[in-house]
């Protein structure tokens, strides 16, 4: 079962994570919303990669 990410809402109806997403070059953008997406699927499980 994959966990549920909620994007924080003001009292005016902006959300900063979506603006702030938005705001990011392409490449940056598509790489935050895959870890957003790993965090999804995994949530507390997801561990840092060994190196």
Do not use: Q
């Not at 909620?6 to 938005?22: A, M, R, W």
């Amino acid at each position: 079962m994959k966990n549920k990410v909620e994007v924080y809402k003001k009292e005016n109806g902006k959300e900063p994570v979506t603006e702030f997403l938005i705001s990011l070059p392409e490449k940056h953008r598509a790489k935050a919303i895959w870890e957003i997406e790993l965090l999804r699927e995994f949530g507390t499980d997801l561990k840092e990669p060994p190196y």
